[in-house]
């Protein structure tokens, strides 16, 4: 008797590493962002005066703020992995800049439509998709990894999008132009499916 138990023991023990070596943790950062901007303004640097024009998908910071002219950070994903693959996901941002205030960190999935950052403006971004995450940051904090699992498991061919927007204050953090760009960090079971 005492042989059965120490063999089944043995043998749960066995699976139960067989599956944690199966789990891989994978990090992979942003491939493109942009600032979107959504304006009823003229803008003189933009093409035809127009703010939605504007592409803004080479500058070294993304921004997103709330008023008169509404800016949105779009962000893509190339993930490494079959989204069935996902157990998990999150994303990071790096460091907000002059995050002095309060702030409401809204993440939405952007629709399936491509978009470069050489190009992408108000007129032909993808659409919004549905509310992930509302983070609520106080003054002076980054923003951690946020759940973005759904995002992840509903990407197409690997390649998915990110919106962040602002509640009510401006926030700004760099970009991928920066060097610092947002991260994917993602778990997988290579059993699931």
């Given at each position: 008797?005492?042989?059965?138990?120490?063999?089944?023991?043995l043998v749960a023990t066995t699976l139960a590493t067989v599956v944690v070596a199966e789990s891989r943790n994978i990090t992979t950062p942003a491939v493109q962002d942009a600032t979107i901007l959504r304006s009823s303004?003229?803008?003189?640097?933009?093409?035809?005066?127009?703010?939605?024009?504007?592409?803004?998908?080479?500058?070294?910071?993304?921004?997103?703020?709330?008023?008169?002219?509404?800016?949105?950070?779009?962000?893509?994903?190339?993930?490494?992995?079959?989204?069935?693959?996902?157990?998990?996901?999150?994303?990071?941002?790096?460091?907000?800049?002059?995050?002095?205030?309060?702030?409401?960190?809204?993440?939405?999935?952007?629709?399936?439509?491509?978009?470069?950052?050489?190009?992408?403006?108000?007129?032909?971004?993808?659409?919004?998709?549905?509310?992930?995450?509302?983070?609520?940051?106080?003054?002076?904090?980054?923003?951690?990894?946020?759940?973005?699992?759904?995002?992840?498991?509903?990407?197409?061919?690997?390649?998915?999008?990110?919106?962040?927007?602002?509640?009510?204050?401006?926030?700004?953090?760099?970009?991928?132009?920066?060097?610092?760009?947002?991260?994917?960090?993602?778990?997988?079971?290579?059993?699931?499916?």
């Amino acid at each position: 008797m005492k042989f059965c138990s120490a063999v089944i023991a043995l043998v749960a023990t066995t699976l139960a590493t067989v599956v944690v070596a199966e789990s891989r943790n994978i990090t992979t950062p942003a491939v493109q962002d942009a600032t979107i901007l959504r304006s009823s303004t003229t803008c003189a640097e933009c093409p035809e005066s127009d703010c939605n024009k504007c592409a803004l998908g080479r500058n070294n910071t993304l921004v997103a703020s709330t008023g008169v002219s509404y800016y949105q950070a779009l962000v893509g994903f190339h993930m490494p992995v079959a989204a069935f693959q996902v157990k998990s996901c999150s994303v990071q941002i790096p460091a907000m800049l002059r995050n002095d205030k309060t702030i409401n960190v809204i993440i939405s999935q952007a629709g399936t439509a491509s978009w470069s950052e050489d190009t992408v403006n108000s007129g032909n971004a993808p659409n919004f998709g549905n509310v992930i995450a509302s983070v609520q940051l106080p003054p002076y904090n980054n923003l951690g990894p946020v759940d973005v699992t759904t995002a992840c498991r509903s990407a197409i061919e690997g390649e998915f999008s990110l919106y962040f927007a602002a509640g009510t204050e401006r926030y700004e953090f760099w970009s991928r132009d920066s060097g610092n760009p947002a991260l994917l960090h993602i778990t997988t079971n290579d059993n699931d499916e």
